[in-house]
RNA sequence: GGGCGUGUGGCCAAGCGGAUACGGCGAGCGGUUCCUAACCGCUAGAUCGCGGGUUCGAAUCCCGUCACGCCCGCCA
C-alpha cells in the first residue's frame, strides 16, 4: 500500500514534490511541501514507518489506493482523513487499533502546518485540518487559474480520435474525442506540454476503395446526401464503392480490385500522382470531420499522416531493422516477427510478400517518430486495437524503444440497441445529428424554462442561442466522459440527451449561480477580493465548500496520472452538489453582518473558478447566465 | 478453442483492500413572498453475477464458474 501524500504514479510530482503531496490531501499551491507531506492516508502497518519523527512515508511503490475525498466530515466542518490502520508488516502481531494509536501518538501536530488535531476511531487516524489551510484554500483559488498546477516540463503527445476519413463521424466513436481531448486537457492542467495528434490513415485498403468509387461512380447513381457537407456527399462513394465490390458481377469486381491495387502500389511506390489522387478525397473527407469534431470542440494541433513515414523512409528503415532480429523469418514470402516472449501467439506480419508495408509496419515508424518528438505519447483507442496495440508496443520494445513512455487508453464502443454502427452500411447515428438534437432539445428547455424565471436579466435571442449550445453540446461530452471508458454504452437517445440532475447543465448551473451571485454583488459595489477572515466561514456547508475547492488540484493531478477524466466528472458533480447545500443554507448578499457577506463572496468566487476550470478540463463550457 | 474487458437496487452508475456502498433516473411524499426550482429535503428499493479462497477486514485481491462485449488477417 502506498502512501497517499506522495506522488505514486508515473505523474510525477510537481517541482519540490509540492503538487502531489500537498495535492492528495488537496491543494498543490499551498503548503509548500512541508507539514502536509507528513500526512498521510495509508494502512499503516505496510511501507509507512513511523519512526522518532513518525512523518515521512516511504514511497510508495504501487500506486495509492485511498485517493478520494473523505467521505464523512467532522461535525466542526474540518477535514477528516481516514486511515484504516493494519495488515501485515511493520506491526505483524498488533491489532489495528493499537497502530493507529501508535501512529497517532507518533503525529507531532505542532510541527506540521496544516494540522490541528489527530484522533483516531478504531482502527482508523483521522487527521483534521486547521483554519490555516481553509484560509489558504481561499487564497488560493481567488486565481481564475485555480486547478493549474505547477509546469512538469514534459512534453506529452495525446493521439485520439484517428478515425479513417471514409465518411461523417458517427456516435460510436465518439468517445474517442471526447475521452481523448479530456485527457489531454487533464494533462495540460497538470503542467505538461501537450500536443493533440489525430493520426491520418491514408495509405490503406480504404482509402484505395475511396478513391476508386470516388473516380468511378457518377452522382446520378448515388442517392441524395444527408446533409449539405463534404464528407456526407463523398461518403456514398465509399458505401457505393463496397456495395459493389461486395454484391457486383465478378468481371467488375475484378477490375475494381486491379485498380484498388494499383493505387496502393502508387502510394507504396511514393508515386505522386496517386498520392494527388488519394490525397483529394482523404482532403475533402478530413475537413468535413474536422468541422463536426470542432463542434464538442476537439481540436488537434496536427493531423498525422500515414503516408509520411512511407515517403520519407521511416517505415523501410524499421522494416530493415526488424529483419535483422533474431525472431524475424521469411515465411511464404512474407517478412514476420515472433513475438511469442511477449505472449504473443502468432508472428506479426510486417512485410507483404509483394514487399509492401503494413499498417502496423507504419505505424511503429509513427510511434518511434513521437519518441523522437516528445517525452510521453498517450494513444486513445477503441478496444478492438488491443491486440494490435499490444503487439506495436512489443515490436517497439524489441527495436529498443523505452515504452514505458506509451500508454494506452482503451474505451469501448457505444452501440445502438440494435447493435453496432457502421459507416459502410450507413446504420451510424452521426454526430452532428446528434450535437443538433441535442441543442434543439436543449433550446426547448430555455424556452419552456423562460416563463416561470424568477431571475430579471432579460435574456436575449442570442443569449438562447448560447445557452441552448452550451447546455446541448454539454450534455452529449459530460454524459460520455463521465463514465469509464472500459464500460460499454448502449446509446438512447433520451438518456444521452437528459438535463436533469448529474449532467452537465446540473454543473453548469452552480458555474450560473456563482456568476449571478458575483455580478449581483459587483452592481452593489461588492468585490469578491477583500481581505478575508476564514473564521467567519465557519458553517459545516461553508467548510464542506472550501474543502471541496481544496480537493480540486488533486483531482486533476491522479485524473492525469491515471490517464481517467471521467474523475474529473465526478468531481464536478459532488462539487456542485456541495455548493447547492451551500446555496441553500448560506445566503451571501443578504447576511447579516458585512464580514460574512464579504467572505461568503470570496468563496462564491473561488467555487466559481473551481467549477470553471473543472468543466474546462472536460471540454464543457461554462455558462454566465442559463 | 485462446486472450482481453465488463457484470453494483426496476434502469443508469461512482467506488476498485478499510468505518453505515457516492449519486442519478424511475416510484411515493414535501419545499419557491428569500442571491436563478436546469434546485433542495424526506421515504421505499442492493445477499455489489454465482461458488470457493487470501485477509483483522473483500464490491475491491486470487482461483473457479456463468452471462455479455471485443479481439485472435500478407485489413485498418
Known sequence: ?????????????????RA?????????FIGGGGSLARVQTVPVGR?????????????????????????????????????????????????????????????DVDATEYLARVETSGPYVNFFVDDAYLADTLDAARDAEYGRLPRKGESVVVEHTSANPTGPVHVGRARNPIVGDAVANALEYAGHDVDRHYYVNDAGRQMAIFTWAYETFDESELPEPAREKDDYDLVRYYRKGNEVLEEGDEETVETAEAEIASILRGLEAGDGATYERVGEVIDTVLAGMEASLARLPAEFDEFVRETRFIRDGSCDDVAERLKTLEESALEEGAWQVDLSEYGYEKSLVFLRSDGTSLYTTRDLAHHEWKFDNYDRAVTVLGEDHKLQAGQLQAALDRLGNDTDRLEDLFYSYVNLPE?????RAGTAVNLDDLLDEAVARARGEVE?????????????????????????????????????????ITFEWDRALDFEAQSAPYVQYVHARCCGIVSEAGEEGLAPD????????????????????ARFPAVIEEAAADLEPHRVATYTREFAETFNAFY??????????????????????????????????????APESM
Not at 61 to 83: Q, Y
Request: net charge positive.
Open 448 to 488: 419552456r424554462r423562460l416563463d416561470d424565471r424568477i431571475r430579471d436579466d432579460d435574456l436575449t435571442e442570442a443569449d438562447v442561442d448560447r445557452i441552448a449550445r452550451q447546455v446541448g453540446v454539454g450534455a452529449v461530452r459530460y454524459d460520455i466522459v463521465s463514465k469509464q471508458p472500459s464500460k460499454a
Open 419 to 423: 447493435g453496432k454502427m457502421s459507416t
Open 20 to 28: 502531489a503531496v500537498a495535492g492528495r490531501f488537496g491543494n498543490p
Open 530 to 549: 477583500a481581505a478575508v477572515d476564514s473564521a467567519t466561514l465557519s458553517t459545516p456547508a461553508e467548510r464542506d465548500l472550501i474543502q471541496a475547492i
Open 47 to 107: 511501507g509507512v514507518g513511523v519512526d522518532g519523527r513518525a512523518r515521512r512515508p516511504r514511497l510508495p511503490d504501487r500506486r495509492p489506493r485511498h485517493r478520494g475525498p473523505p467521505r464523512r466530515r467532522g461535525r466542526d466542518g474540518r477535514l477528516k482523513r481516514r486511515v484504516p490502520a493494519g495488515e501485515r508488516g511493520a506491526w505483524a502481531g498488533a491489532s489495528p487499533p493499537q497502530v493507529a494509536e501508535e501512529v497517532a501518538d507518533a503525529v
Open 584 to 621: 441553500r443554507e448560506c445566503p451571501v448578499l443578504t447576511a447579516d453582518d458585512e464580514a460574512t457577506r464579504e467572505a461568503r463572496l470570496a468563496l462564491v468566487a473561488a467555487a466559481r473558478h473551481t467549477v470553471a476550470n473543472a468543466l474546462d478540463v472536460l471540454g464543457i463550457e
Open 1 to 17: 500500500m502506498g502512501g497517499v501524500g506522495t506522488g505514486g504514479g508515473r505523474g510525477g510530482v510537481g517541482a519540490g514534490g
